[in-house]
């Protein structure tokens, strides 16, 4: 029987959890993006002027 590669194993785990972690990322990136998005302008601020 052959033997187990640990170090395979391993590098398998951490290579998943890192394509999760970028994932989680990109979708909070694009739910920024749907509430904040960059092209409209900014909200106007109601200020009274200096008196």
Not at 19 to 34: N, Y
Request: charged share 45%; proline share 14%; glycine share 0%.
């Amino acid at each position: 029987m052959a033997k187990p590669n640990y170090a395979f194993a391993k590098r398998q785990r951490d290579l998943a959890k890192k394509q999760k972690k970028e994932e989680k990322r990109q979708r909070k990136l694009e739910a920024r993006q749907e509430k904040h998005p960059e092209d409209a302008p900014p909200p106007a601020v109601d200020e009274k002027p200096p008196a």
